[in-house]
């Protein structure tokens, strides 16, 4: 998969929490902090008082709509690029999001790996690539996973892991304390086109949780229609 340039900061702006939680996840995924808006008002907000790498502006929101926060951010000299991400495809809709300057357009249903290429293309043109900073150790409580080794310890411990549990365990440990859904965890584990039962997560985090949790207190829990988070439990 083709992905964003890591530690790079962008602000998503969706008012749709299931997408906002799958293109968080996915940019998460691929080494980007990420600050969420789930209006119009609050992307203004976190545009000045973040100034992130790129934008990902929904159109229609609640508020000010995606068009409305390009040209107000415009009008104030803030030239962050910006990607649209909406459902609204006709042409004119395009021309208008372009006019009101942002730099790109992408259409619902979308392809995470075209959002994330977007993105890079974006980065690219604007000249603002940072220096991807290595952190191949993930850590949470007395969990570790090494990406380059692919492996898995807990207080000392060696946890061994199919490539998808592996995969599973490094997804949360890239958004602990964040409840994570099922189409979510489907789309970033098992790729955005899986078109299987999503109750495949239910067995998957049941093998995790057996492997992990059997050194220590639980870390992985789950939210009751909701989805799955890691955090220390209170």
Not at 129 to 140: G, Y
Not at 148 to 169: A, C, K, M, S, Y
């Amino acid at each position: 998969m083709m992905v964003p340039v890591p530690q790079t900061r962008i602000l998503v702006a969706e008012d749709e929490q299931t997408i906002l939680d799958l293109l968080s996840a996915s940019l998460r995924h691929a080494g980007c902090e990420v600050i969420e808006a789930v209006d119009g008002d609050e992307a203004l907000r976190l545009a000045r008082a973040e100034r992130p790498d790129v934008l990902l502006l929904d159109v229609m929101m609640p508020g000010h709509d995606g068009f409305d926060v390009v040209r107000t951010l415009r009008s104030e000299g803030i030239n962050t690029p910006v990607l649209f991400v909406t459902a609204r495809d006709a042409t004119q809709d395009k021309i208008q999001g372009l006019t009101d300057g942002g730099d790109d357009y992408v259409t619902k249903p979308f392809s995470l790996d075209e959002v994330h290429a977007r993105i890079r293309a974006l980065l690219r043109r604007s000249g603002n690539r940072q220096t991807p900073v290595a952190n191949q150790i993930l850590r949470f409580a007395d969990l570790e996973l090494d990406i380059d080794r692919h492996q898995v310890h807990r207080n000392g411990e060696n946890i061994d892991l199919t490539p998808t549990e592996f995969n599973l365990l490094r997804l949360f440990l890239e958004n602990p304390n964040r409840v994570l859904s099922k189409q979510v965890i489907v789309a970033r584990v098992w790729d955005h086109a899986y078109s299987g039962d999503p109750a495949i997560v239910e067995s998957y985090m049941s093998y995790l949780r057996r492997k992990v949790d059997a050194h220590g207190p639980s870390l992985l829990h789950t939210v009751r229609g909701v989805g799955y988070v890691l955090k220390v439990r209170d």
